[in-house]
Each structure stands twice: as structure tokens, then as C-alpha cells.
């Protein structure tokens, strides 16, 4: 099984630790639209032409599925990158929100979506909420999350000042959906923040959407990975060799 | 006069403020490239490859000089741009530089320099300031100031915490030089922080150095703006008449 996946940048990497981690896929292919990169304060136009364009690059592959790990593409491009598609096209939002569903099965529960702007604007997980049920959704646009994430800033006060920022009105929730890719590297923030509730992890929702797919009847002990990038793809490299295989 | 005026986005509008409060232009040409800011996290050759195909953009008009108001541009691509270029192009160092020296007589006090990843990277700053006679010189990107400019964040105790989490190691300068268009807006956070020193701004700069330039002999009492963007020009119209002309 060889899996392609799409992201902006270098945040898609969190998917791909857990794809590592599930041993579903014999290869992986992965693009970061580091040219571009953030997509997130972008609109729809230009994330569809992007995404359009990417999905030319994967082309020149024998993949048998795209994983849009960006949530800005799965929230704003989806539909546009299946209708031009060979193979299958998956994204992050319906596995998310399944994901949810492990945990909050109340639908009454306050549920928080983070995001980036554009991903927030689109609406796309309050739509599915609602039609999975779900009467009490928050979301939030936090755009600071991103460079913070690619800054690397790990200062406590600032994190917690940023939290308070984007927070403070926002009424404690049950479950929170990070709507990122690079959300998950703030989780321990986040979690402190609201008190050890469910975070939603893009990465661990493909995987368990995946494990449901007759598909998947295969392990692979190991994972062969190319990394491409439209600027600078061995510094794409580097960061995942720091990050993925950090004692290799 | 006609100038055209290049951002990677919208921060160039702080620009564009000064050139308008000194009546030296008859008419500007205001290009942001919104589809792929911002500039600061990418690498010479991308931000080359994108100046060099704003520059065929300009070629449509008919400008007398082409104003990179982006200090990421001025820092990385300035020199290509003068070599493709038919009209004069003028960047924000040299200015930037020549109005600090006004402020700051004695070459040995402390001075600060403040820009994206890439703007620092190039060194150009530091560059041009040894070569003025400087010898203490420090500089510092503080990547999240773009982000909390284009979030409008406001809140005090995020700036400040920001502000420490930059500052906190750095001797106190006698200067500052704002490098990049959007931190004009945190001045009054970055003067406080340092306690009422100089900060030099792009624009101002750039206007006392077409001020010493023997072509600008006329004023014009109005000056016609055209805004182009690569993404959502209304958005980049909207974002300047409520900034620019704010009772307008």
C-alpha cells in the first residue's frame, strides 16, 4: 500500500508519525508546499488552484491514496481534488470527527473546534457535527498557534498568554478537535489549559479510520519515505529526520 | 511621479502611508502577493523567483521607480531586481540605514535590528551598518510579530510576554530599526518595552531619502492609488481604506 500525503508545509509530519506508527503502508510519499506555505490565511480559490496542482505532482506516482493531512485542503479543496483524481482522496475531517465520536458519545457536550482562519471560515466541522448530532460546538480561529509552533517557542508564558488570548471567553469543553496539523506539538498547552479533556489528533484519526477500511489487511514492518517540497526540500528532510526519527 | 509599490502583502500599506503624508507621487501601484505571503520563512531563490514575476506585473504600467517597500525583498532580491528591471527600483535598507544615522551619531552605541528569518538571515542590515562605521550591532527575527499584527492582537499581556520572550537577552539599545512593514504597528509595545528610543520605519525612511533625490521637485495634493493583489484584491482594498483613509 502506498500512501501519497499533501500538506502546506512540514505540520503534515505529525500525520505521518502515526501512519509510521500503524505500519499500514509499505510506502509514503510526501509533498510540502513549503513555496506556499502557510495556506491557512488563504481562500478557497487559491487553496483549490494549490491543491490542483499538487495533486498533478502525485500524479507522476503509482499511489494508491492521497491523504490531504492539511486540514485547510480537507476543509476547502476535498471535493475539487476527488473530482480530479485517480485514485482515492482522503482527508482529515470525517476521520475527526469519528474520532470524536470514540469519546463524546453525549451529543450535548460542549465540543471545540481549532483551526486556521480559513479552516474555521469554511465551517466544514461544524457541518459535520451537526449532521453526526452534536448540538454545542465552539470554534475558534487561532492563528497564532502556527508560527508558534514553527518558532519553535516552548516559553511557558507565552504559550499560557496565548491560550488565555484565544480562551478565556470560551466555555469549558468536553473534547477538543485540533484542526491543524501542527496543533498536536501545543497539546500539552492545550490540555493544561482545559483541564486533561479528549484532544482530537488528525494523525490518530486517519489511523483509526484507516484500521475500519477492508483495504488494510496487510502490515509492513518498515516504511519507506520520500520527502519532496517546492522550496528547500532538504531542509523538509532535516526537520523530519529531527522530529520522526529523532534517535536515528 | 509614479511609483509602484511591492509587498508580499498588505504590510506594505505602512509604506504606502508615508509616501501618501509626503505628496511626492502623483499616482501609486500598489502590488501585495497575498496568494503566497509571507515571504519571511522562505529562501532567496523563492523570493527572487516571486520578485522577478512581480516585476513583469509593473511592466504593465508606466512607472518611473518600483518601491520594495518588503524588507525580505530589499534584503534578498533587490540586486535582481535592478538587473531586470527598465526603471529605477529602490529598496528599504539603504534608507533604512541613512535615517538611523540622523538619530545615532556615536557609532559604538547599541543598535537593534529587528526582521523576518530571512531578512536577518541575508545580514544585509548588518551588512550596510558596519560599513557605515557601526560595531555594535545586534539582530534579532522575531517571527511572531507579523502574525499578531495580521490577528490584530491587542492584548497587553500577550505583546509583553512576546516582547520578553524576544527581548529579555538583548542589551538595550539606542535604536531600533523596525524591519519589516508590519512592525511599525507594534511601535508603541516596542517603544515602551525600550523605553522611548529612536525606531526607524521603512516608510519615513524611504520618504526623507526621496526627499535628498533632485527629481522629486513637484508635490501633487492628491495621489491616486490602484491596489493589485495575487489573491483577493478587494480584501487588500478593504484592509487600506480602513487603514489608510480611516474616516474616509
Redesign the interface.
Known amino acids: 500500500m502506498v500512501a501519497g500525503v499533501f500538506d502546506s508545509g512540514a505540520g503534515g509530519l505529525t500525520v505521518v508519525k502515526s501512519l509510521l506508527e500503524s505500519h499500514l503502508f509499505e510506502q509514503i510519499i510526501y509533498f510540502g508546499d513549503?513555496?506556499?506555505?502557510p495556506y491557512g490565511?488563504?481562500?478557497k480559490?487559491?487553496v483549490v488552484r494549490y491543491s490542483l496542482e499538487t495533486l498533478e505532482f502525485f500524479n507522476n506516482f503509482d499511489i494508491d491514496m492521497l491523504i490531504a493531512a492539511c486540514n485547510t485542503v480537507s476543509s476547502l479543496a476535498i471535493e475539487e481534488l476527488r473530482a480530479h483524481a485517480d485514485f482515492q482522496i482522503l482527508g482529515v475531517i470525517e476521520p475527526g470527527v469519528l474520532a470524536l465520536e470514540k469519546c463524546i458519545t453525549n451529543k450535548h457536550d460542549p465540543i471545540l473546534i481549532l483551526g486556521t482562519q480559513a479552516t474555521i471560515t469554511s465551517g466544514c466541522y461544524v457541518d459535520l457535527l451537526r449532521q453526526h448530532g452534536y448540538t454545542n460546538i465552539t470554534q475558534k480561529a487561532t492563528?497564532?498557534f502556527?508560527?508558534?509552533v514553527?518558532?519553535g517557542?516552548s516559553?511557558e508564558?507565552?504559550l499560557q498568554?496565548?491560550m488565555?488570548?484565544y480562551f478565556h471567553a470560551i466555555e469549558n469543553p468536553c473534547a477538543v478537535i485540533l484542526g491543524c496539523t501542527h496543533f498536536p506539538l501545543l497539546a500539552r498547552s492545550i490540555g493544561n489549559y482545559f483541564g486533561g479533556i479528549p484532544l482530537i489528533h488528525s494523525g490518530e484519526s486517519i489511523v483509526a479510520y484507516l484500521h475500519t477500511q477492508q483495504e488494510f489487511t496487510q502490515r509492513y514492518p518498515h516504511t519507506h519515505i520520500q520527502y519532496f517540497a517546492s522550496?528547500?526540500p532538504h531542509?523538509l528532510q532535516a526537520i523530519a529526520k529531527r522530529w520522526l526519527f529523532p534517535l536515528g
Not at 513549503?34 to 506555505?37: E, I, L, S
Open positions: 513549503t513555496a506556499r506555505v490565511n488563504k481562500d480559490q487559491t492563528g497564532l502556527v508560527p508558534i514553527e518558532e517557542i516559553s508564558s507565552v498568554e496565548t488565555k488570548y522550496e528547500n531542509n
